[in-house]
């Protein structure tokens, strides 16, 4: 890329019309064709992670709609400038909007999904796996977004609309840029959780490669294998991302029973435990897993986890950080799910310092 930048400088003096066509098309094919999650500033970014404030902080009565943002840029947490329900800017809506302005969902050319136990303007159904995202890329690459947003997104022809059940408690939101390779093992870690896919398009030309995104999309429930499944996944800049996903087949809490366990590391547990509910603070098995109970982000909000429907974890020393599907609660067993599992330094640093007080055992 830089040498045909030199290259057209250098013949710029002799070929200026040449030199403005050149630069207009390195702009419009680095800038704009490529699908990715974007930041704060509509520009591409390998990952980004937004943590919705909730309305009711300690000692503050907040709008329900701002929000802190990292990304792989580094640094650590931001404070948006922006609301998370304006159409005017913010990593979320730039990145939606290629789905929404960029007509993405009329294409044969990519495919997409939208994914939400809780559909938008559909009636809640038990059957499927307790699992909010979005998907959506060509065959070069896209995303991945996973979040624990109710509602959301909303339909494509709607454009970007944040609703009104996602401002109370606090909200995730994890978003991957991928190449293409990356979604047949999406597709397949999501098989084990048959999340609700309430608008999904995957056009004939990409139904060989990605079988399984063609059930989900119909609504079919695919054969397993097992129970549970889990999966690396490189990002597009090759950051390592492990998906964990169990079936409702599993009935056991995923936190302490599996990724603990399995990561072999004790694990801080942010989720949404509404009173006589939740799972306490467990230390029967090797690893331990410990409930989570108050939230510090910067510079100094602070606020208690019944109002945060985040769902996250972090291991107190062995640097890494989940972000997920499921609470912490007896009913949730008994539900479909997945974690998204990080060892990205600026990822563990963020959240490792959000844990103002838990719950040990
Ligand atoms: C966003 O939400 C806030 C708080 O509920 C509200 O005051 C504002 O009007 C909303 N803005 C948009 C664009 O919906
Ligand atoms: C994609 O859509 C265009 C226009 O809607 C159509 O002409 C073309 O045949 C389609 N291509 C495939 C592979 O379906
Ligand atoms: C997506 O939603 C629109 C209407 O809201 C509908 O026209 C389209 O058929 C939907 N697609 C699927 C696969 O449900
Ligand atoms: C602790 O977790 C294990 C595995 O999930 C479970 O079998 C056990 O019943 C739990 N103990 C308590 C007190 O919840």
Redo the contacts with the bound molecule.
């Keep these: 890329m830089s040498s045909a930048v030199t290259v057209s400088l250098r013949m710029a003096s002799h070929f200026r019309p040449f030199f403005h066509i050149t630069v207009f098309l390195l702009c419009f094919t680095m800038g704009r064709s490529h699908i990715s999650c974007r930041n704060e500033a509509d520009e591409p970014v390998d990952w980004f992670i937004i943590y919705k404030l909730p309305k009711f902080k300690i000692g503050e009565v907040g709008s329900g709609v701002d929000y802190m943002y990292l990304d792989s840029a580094g640094g650590g947490w931001q404070r948006s400038t922006f609301m998370v329900n304006t159409t005017q800017g913010g990593a979320l809506v730039n990145t939606l909007n290629q789905l929404y302005k960029g007509k993405a969902y009329m294409s044969n050319s990519s495919v997409y999904a939208l994914y939400n136990d809780g559909a938008p303007e559909l009636k809640y159904i038990h059957t499927y796996g307790h699992s909010k995202g979005v998907l959506l890329f060509d065959r070069s690459q896209g995303f991945w977004l996973s979040h624990s947003i109710p509602h959301f997104p909303s339909?494509?022809?709607r454009g970007y609309q944040y609703p009104s059940s996602g401002k109370r408690n606090g909200q995730t939101a994890l978003c991957m840029t991928y190449p293409y390779a990356q979604f047949l093992s999406i597709a397949q870690q999501l098989a084990f959780v048959y999340p609700r896919f309430?608008?999904?398009?995957v056009p004939s030309a990409f139904s060989a490669d990605l079988p399984q995104l063609v059930q989900l999309?119909k609504g079919s429930k695919l054969p397993l294998t097992s129970d549970r499944g889990v999966k690396p996944l490189f990002s597009l800049s090759g950051d390592k991302f492990v998906s964990f996903m169990k079936s409702e087949l599993f009935v056991d809490d995923i936190y302490n029973a599996w990724v603990a366990q399995a990561l072999d590391t004790d694990l801080l547990v942010e989720t949404w435990q509404r009173q006589g509910r939740e799972l306490p603070s467990n230390c029967s098995l090797q690893k331990h897993t410990m409930n989570i109970k108050r939230i510090q982000l910067p510079p100094s909000v602070q606020f208690e986890s019944r109002y945060d429907h985040s769902k996250w974890c972090v291991s107190p020393v062995d640097r890494v950080t989940c972000l997920g599907d499921l609470n912490r609660v007896k009913a949730q067993m008994l539900r479909a799910g997945g974690l998204i599992c990080s060892y990205n330094p600026v990822i563990y640093k963020a959240f490792r310092k959000a844990v103002n007080w838990y719950i040990s055992c």
Excluded: A, Q
Excluded at 198 to 201: E, I, V
């Design positions: 339909f494509p022809e309430y608008n999904c398009s999309c």
